[in-house]
Structure formats: structure tokens, C-alpha cells
């Protein structure tokens, strides 16, 4: 199904590129690939110039489109037209064999003799075997470009004639007999039903390396790979044991890798490894893939995604907002690094509808009045606010994207990690209000939470839970009032009210009515003590019954809303009863 999907994103591509005369996909036996240096050499194969193609960092290089990189092992195995400068120039680095680099030099050359026998026709080719075979190695030392090349010792390598502005690969009857040489098939080839495509074709042996996964080795990995006798079937080698055709593995890897590839805006890092990316059916979900991006990531541009959410929230996601591509299907592939291989973290599908109805609930879950000023806070900083990051599970962020996607349940450890946080930080944070919000929304359908409820505050919540946090945030706030901001009553009272009220309720209302008798000696707080007194008692007079000697764990979760909520709305409120709690 993940091969399938990524064989007809390619051809999707190859068809919006006939469309539009711009191809964003590389032609089959070619690819994009970085090349620091370009050898110039003339018409009789003298080296003119060293081109660096670096940036001024030194760290990227111009990426061009060259011949596709063969699978490497340990043996001998040069590409055609580019290398790095052990195979193109036969250059010995420290450590390595003269004998063995040698025979690299001669694959390198009798690779392109043997992928163009007739040379001669085209004076690129004969140009550069002449200059390959006349020891281009103290050509480029006497070049002062040389020790860019010398520090730089595994730098791919290519050429182009001085005449030229295109490599010599890129040649037109290069690039012809390159297209005749790709569709001969190799004597000792075997066929079979690909199990992608269905066709009765020849089988890749190897398929070529996924790159740009988080955490992979530099020359990438592979989702199919079968290099042990342990996972192999009987008297099967290699990719035959899971049939796909040589077109088959080039189109699925050549889309996956430009999906990873590093300008790519349809993936991203999650905190925990896994790198995600997605991509839609049918070329009208273009603006879907854009989204999908601005949704989850902070970073680049804020504006921008504020802006992408805002939209979002306002359709109702039944097809308005893409009406063009509602019964379109989405695909979201969740990668992680595993040795030279890549596993599968998940690998979501659904319509574009359906996807969006589960990411708007999770947006309207989390939404509070604070987020509307700023922005919604991305799956890594709702992390954050629960623990550190380095901290929790390893899958962790990955679980929680997945039950956005699917609408399934969050997490039970970022509702209990985020009740913890509290307690141990006594307070309540935007974000941890956010994530109590959402689980309790989702996470416990049969009770009476509700998002408007839990929006901003609710003077009619009777939950005892919400009640009594609401209650301790007016007595944090009259103590701070009292002590014109010097000390507070959550540092000592907040978690013992929020998981065991009947053991301290009693002390809390004899300190407040300590702290009341404080405000009315001045005749400048006298009328702010009025005000507070008729809050505590309008907040008393909705607890019916004896308080509970402890609180479940829903209730903690509405304790702590009921405290945020009501400390929001002292900074909120239009109606302040005097300058000095404005000033507070």
C-alpha cells in the first residue's frame, strides 16, 4: 500500500509536469545530486579550471541533475560521469591503498567506455577520456582549487567541456544514448508480477537509498531490504523476495525521496525521531499539503500558520474549504531511523475530509481565549509544558499525532503528566490548560465536559472539582492582594486542595477571612475586600453537600481549569472593582 501510494504520487508528478513544462521529479536513471566541483577541461581533455560550487559556508554545493548513484557495497562500483576523487582522479588519501584506488580509477573509466563504446561521435565523451586517461591527478594539483578538493577528499566530482554551460552528462546525444542504454535490459536479468504495478516486468535486485530521514546514515537506508539468510525465503536472493519491478523501485524511491527532500514543505522532525511527511491523491489537494504543514510547525513562519489555523477553524470541514478534492484520499508516513534500514513508525490514509474533521477537533478541543492573540501551540511545545522533552517516551510525540489524525483518544500520559506538572509546579499554564481541556473533552466522552464550558470561565459549573479551584483562585489572588504581591496561597495549599479539598478547605477559609479583615483596615482596600467577600460566597454557594475527602482524577483536571479560569478572568474582566486590582 506505502509503495502503491508512493508509485502514483510520482506519476502524479510526472503529470502536473506536462501540464505546467516544469518537471519537479528527476527523469527514470537520473537524479539531483550535489557536486562541490566541476572539472573544466577543452575540446583535446586539458584541465582548465576547478569550479566550487560550495556555498560560503562550505557546507552545500550545487545540486545537479547526473546519472543515478549506483547501490554501493564494499566492492568496486563506480557512477557514471561523477565520483568522488578517489575513483574520477585515482587520488590516494591517507590510509587508503594505491592498489585499490587504482582499480577504481580503471572501473571509473571503462564504465563510461563500456556505456558508450562508440565515444568517438561525441567530442564531450572523447574529451573526457582523453583528460581521464593522461593522469588528471597532477592536472588538478597544479591547480590552485586543489586543496579545496584535497580537504574535501569524499566531494563528488563531475565535467564540463569550456564550451559548454551544461555538464558533459547533461549533453544532448549524452543524454539520448543514456535513455537507449537504460531500456536494455541485463542479460542475466530475471522477471516476474511486480507486486506494486502488477506487471510482468524485470525485478530490481537492489532498491535504491531513502534519504533525508532523521537519524539515518549518510549514504540513507531502505524500506525493502533483504541482505540476511534469516530474511530470506528458500533459494530467493534479494529483492526477489519481494518482487518489484526495476520501474516500480525507481519511481516509489524517487518520490519519497523528493518528498525528504531538504526544501521540502511536506515534512517535518517530530520531537521524537520520527520524520513525517504526506502527500494528497490528486493534484487539487495542493493547498491541503501546504496546510498540513502550517498546522503542525511553529517554526519559519508564524503568521502564516496563524493564519492557515484561523481558516481552519472557521469551515466545518465537510468539504468547503477544499471542495474540489473532499473525496480525495491523504497519506501521512511516519519514518524512523533502524541501522542501514527505515521503519515504518505508521502510515496513515484517509479522505481529505475525514482527516480534516479530526485536526479541526483537535484545534477546537485545545482552543482557548489566550491562544486567539497569539497562536496554537505545536505538538512539541504541548510536550514541553508536560515534561522535558528529552524525558519522554522515545514514540511519544508520534502516539499523540496519531490520535489527532485518527480522532482516537490522546495519550493517558499527557493527561496524568500534565495533572503531575501542576501539582508539582502549583500553577497552571496556558498550554497544560490546553492539553486538561482537550483530554477531558475526548478522553471521557460520557461525562458533562463540554468545550464551551471549559472555554472560559462558567459561573454556573457546579462540577465540585471546577468549584474549587475557582474558590482557591480567589483566595490566591486575595492573598496577594493582602501582601501587595509578596506571597501567595498555591505554593503551600495547591496540591493538597486539588487532591485531598476536606483536609484543608477549613484552614483556607479561616486564612481568607484573616486576609478579608486585613483589606478593610484601609479605607483604600476596604472596597476590594467587599468584592472578594462576595466572590467566596457566591463560589460557596455552589458547593451542595459535604466536601469530598479526595478528588478523582477528572475532577483534579477540572480543579485546575476552574483555578485557570478564574484567574484569566481577574486580568480579563471589564468590570474591575477598583484601580488597585487593576494595577495587580
Keep these: 500500500m506505502i509503495l502503491q501510494s508512493l508509485y502514483e504520487y510520482y506519476v502524479r508528478k ?83 591503498k594505491a592498489e585499490r584506488i587504482h582499480e577504481q580509477h580503471q572501473a571509473f573509466i571503462q564504465k563510461i567506455r563500456d556505456f558508450f563504446p562508440n565515444h568517438h561521435t561525441d567530442i564531450g565523451i572523447e574529451a573526457l577520456l582523453n583528460f581521464l586517461i593522461h593522469d588528471p591527478l597532477t592536472q588538478a594539483m597544479a591547480l590552485a582549487e586543489w586543496k579545496n578538493i584535497e580537504k574535501a577528499s569524499k566531494s563528488n566530482l563531475s565535467f564540463r567541456l569550456s564550451t559548454d554551460t551544461l555538464l558533459i552528462c547533461q549533453r544532448p546525444i549524452v543524454m539520448s544514448l543514456m535513455d537507449t542504454n537504460n531500456k536494455t535490459e541485463a542479460t542475466d536479468a530475471i522477471k516476474g508480477h511486480c507486486l506494486v504495478t502488477g506487471e510482468y516486468s524485470t525485478i530490481a535486485r537492489l532498491h535504491p537509498a531513502i534519504k533525508g530521514v532523521f537519524g539515518t546514515q549518510t549514504a540513507g537506508g531502505n524500506i525493502v531490504s533483504f541482505n540476511l539468510d534469516a530474511f530470506r525465503f528458500y533459494r530467493k536472493h534479494q529483492g526477489n523476495n519481494a518482487p518489484i519491478s526495476e520501474k516500480a523501485t525507481e519511481t516509489y524511491t524517487k518520490a519519497l525521496n523528493y518528498l525528504l527532500r531538504r526544501e521540502s514543505q511536506q515534512k517535518t522532525l517530530m520531537g521524537d525521531g520520527t520524520t513525517l511527511v504526506w502527500w494528497a491523491e ?48 491523504f497519506f501521512i508516513l511516519g519514518l524512523a531511523p533502524n541501522a542501514a534500514r527505515i521503519a515504518i513508525r505508521f502510515f496513515r490514509v484517509a479522505t481529505v475530509t475525514e482527516f480534516g474533521k479530526n485536526i479541526s477537533a483537535y484545534f477546537k478541543e ?21 515534561n522535558d522533552l528529552d524525558r519522554l517516551p522515545a514514540n511519544f510525540q508520534g502516539r499523540l499525532f496519531e490520535s489527532i489524525i485518527s480522532g482516537t483518544p490522546y495519550p493517558k500520559l499527557l493527561f496524568h503528566s500534565a495533572l503531575h506538572r501542576i501539582r508539582a509546579t502549583r500553577f497552571v499554564t496556558h498550554n497544560a490548560a490546553a492539553i486538561l481541556k482537550a483530554c477531558l473533552i475526548r478522553n471521557f466522552p460520557n461525562s458533562n465536559y463540554h468545550r464551551e464550558v471549559l472555554m472560559t470561565l462558567q459561573e454556573d459549573n457546579r462540577d465540585i472539582g471546577y468549584v474549587l479551584g475557582q474558590l482557591f483562585s480567589i483566595y490566591d489572588k486575595l492573598k496577594e492582594e493582602e501582601t501587595d504581591g509578596r506571597a501567595n496561597r498555591r505554593d503551600k495549599f495547591f496540591s493538597a486542595l486539588s487532591t ?27 472596597g476590594l475586600a467587599i468584592t472578594r467577600e462576595k466572590q467566596i460566597q457566591k463560589a460557596m454557594s455552589k458547593l451542595a453537600g459535604p466536601i469530598p475527602p479526595t478528588l478523582s482524577v477528572e475532577q483534579q483536571a477540572m480543579f485546575a481549569l ?7 478572568d481577574f486580568f480579563t474582566s471589564k468590570t474591575k472593582p477598583t484601580d488597585q486590582e487593576d494595577a495587580a
Excluded: M
Design 282 to 329: 490528486q493534484p487539487e489537494a495542493r493547498q491541503i499539503e501546504e496546510d498540513f504543514w502550517l498546522l503542525f510547525v511553529e517554526r519559519d513562519n508564524p503568521d502564516k500558520r496563524s493564519e492557515a489555523i484561523r481558516s481552519l477553524l472557521k469551515s466545518p470541514w465537510n468539504g468547503s474549504q477544499y471542495s474540489d478534492s473532499e473525496n480525495t484520499k
Design 14 to 96: 510526472e503529470a502536473d509536469s506536462e501540464l505546467n513544462g516544469q518537471s519537479s521529479l528527476t527523469p527514470s536513471g537520473w537524479e539531483r545530486k550535489e557536486i562541490p566541483f566541476i572539472l573544466v577541461i577543452d575540446s583535446s581533455g586539458q584541465l582548465v579550471s576547478i569550479e566550487d560550487q560550495r556555498d560560503e559556508n562550505g557546507k552545500r554545493a550545487k545540486a545537479y541533475l547526473v546519472p543515478q548513484a549506483i547501490k554501493k557495497t564494499s566492492a568496486i562500483a563506480a557512477n557514471l560521469f561523477w565520483d568522488n576523487p578517489e575513483y574520477v582522479l585515482g587520488y590516494v588519501a591517507e590510509g587508503k
Design 500 to 526: 485531598r479539598p476536606c483536609a484543608v478547605i477549613s484552614r483556607l477559609e479561616h486564612l481568607s477571612q484573616c486576609d478579608l479583615k486585613k483589606l478593610r483596615r484601609s479605607k483604600e482596600t476596604r
Design 562 to 568: 476552574g483555578y485557570y479560569h478564574q484567574r484569566q
Design 366 to 386: 485545545i482552543a482557548l481565549p489566550h491562544f486567539e492573540e497569539t497562536s496554537f501551540p505545536s505538538i512539541s511545545s504541548l510536550c514541553a509544558a508536560i
